[in-house]
């Protein structure tokens, strides 16, 4: 079975430092990972993917990934924060049998002060 | 939002009675699913479906069922709500080997 850890409930972060916000993973097969957003009282918005292909992914609002097979891991980045990016954060993995369903983990809160 | 529609947004309702979401797409998407949220837990998949009835069940599938009779809606019951099934219930839909989209959500009180 796959599983994903977000070892953080909470990261602080000031604006305009950067940022990271940890997953690591645990699959049988390929990685397919994810990172999506929620703002409050909202649905989930997809950030970023990895496939295949560069470790680092580039996704939306400047954030970006980095996929690291040999820690198994995922960590989501950003090189200055802004105080919208305040939200909550989830890192998934989606299953390879065919499916596609998503394991996610259970979440960090991101919070930026000005 | 990736046309889709989740109704109710918001409900309340007793414990013992049923309760049904609706999830309607606009993209005749093959995949559709339902995710529920709750606080230390993330999302966690509680059925799935890969076509017009073709259902599955996820991780926390007691006390659910699915039906999707057409490709645009899938439906979510709970047979006799309770009090654990409070909660935030997200529909998903995926269209081939792209990323999920989500829903607004439904907020669900069990009372």
């Known amino acids: 079975a796959q599983s994903v850890a977000q070892p953080e409930d909470q990261v602080n972060v000031a604006e305009g430092n950067p940022l990271t916000v940890k997953c690591t993973y645990s699959v049988s097969g390929n990685p397919y990972l994810f990172w999506y957003v929620q703002y409050p009282n909202r649905g989930l918005q997809f950030l970023l993917k990895?496939?295949?292909?560069?470790?680092l992914v580039k996704g939306s609002y400047g954030f970006e990934a980095e996929f690291n097979k040999s820690q198994t891991s995922f960590h989501l980045k950003k090189p200055s924060a802004l105080v919208s990016d305040s939200a909550l954060y989830f890192c998934?993995?989606?299953?390879?049998?065919?499916?596609?369903?998503?394991?996610f983990g259970k979440g960090t809160m991101l919070l930026v002060s000005p | 939002d990736a046309g889709i529609t989740q109704s109710p947004r918001h409900k309340v309702t007793e414990t013992g009675t049923p309760v049904t979401l609706r999830c309607h797409q606009t993209e005749n998407h093959r995949y559709m699913y339902w995710y529920r949220q709750d606080p230390g837990h993330g999302l966690r998949l509680i059925h799935y479906?890969?076509?017009?009835?073709?259902?599955d069940k996820g991780e926390v599938s007691d006390g659910y069922s699915v039906s999707r009779s057409k490709t645009e809606d899938f439906l979510l019951t709970l047979e006799s709500a309770t009090s654990s099934q409070t909660s935030v219930y997200f529909c998903?839909?995926?269209?081939?080997?792209?990323?999920?989209?989500f829903g607004q959500g439904t907020r669900l009180t069990v009372v």
């Open positions: 990895y496939i295949t292909g560069d470790n």
């Open positions: 998934a993995v989606r299953d390879d049998s065919g499916y596609s369903t998503l394991t």
């Open positions: 998903a839909i995926k269209a081939g080997n792209t990323e999920a989209f």
């Open positions: 479906s890969y076509g017009v009835k073709d259902t």
